[in-house]
């Protein structure tokens, strides 16, 4: 888990306002951004730090429960709000025998989950949308969140090409 470690550095840095690793190039700065604010909101505490960023990352559950229910259903959307929430659970409970990433943690794999699931839900609007309304604010709140996603980890660039021939495909 020396990757919390680099990720934190980063974020003090940024706090003694001497640039993300003191001007040293990063390929997720935006995490590190995150890390700052919320050091500068509770401290340098490290349960306070955990336990905000708990709080925000809080928001997976109810982001799938509104993207399933756009997709599909309200239950669908339930379910997976629910299987997000244990599996967070299971995650959180299997650390001392696996390595695995959680919200509990230092780690970028589950705050660009979230934010890509927001920007699934977005972009869903938008590709459902069609002509009948007009669906730019969509489409850009989708990019500007599929952006914060790739400056957290890069290789959520990945579904961009995919996105981009749903599109091609719906109009």
Known sequence: YSDAEFYDL?????????????????DK?????????????????????????IAVLALMPAMLYLLGSQMINRPAGL???????????????????IKISHS???????????????FALFAF????SGQQRTPWSDAVLAGGFLGLAMLVRPNALM?????????????
């Open 159 to 171: 579904v961009l090409p995919v996105v981009l021939l749903l599109a091609w495909v719906v109009n």
């Open 29 to 53: 700065p935006f995490y590190a951004m995150f890390l700052a604010i919320i050091h500068a909101v509770v401290g340098q505490g490290y349960e306070q730090t955990i336990n905000l960023q």
């Open 79 to 97: 379910l997976m709000g629910l299987l997000a929430a244990f599996h967070q659970r299971n995650a959180i409970a299997a650390t001392p025998y």
């Open 125 to 128: 609007r938008w590709l459902r």
């Open 104 to 118: 509990k943690l230092l780690l970028t794999e589950y705050p660009t989950a979230l934010l890509l699931v927001i």
């Open 10 to 26: 980063a974020a003090q840095y940024i706090l003694l306002g001497q640039g993300v690793l003191n001007g040293i190039p990063m």
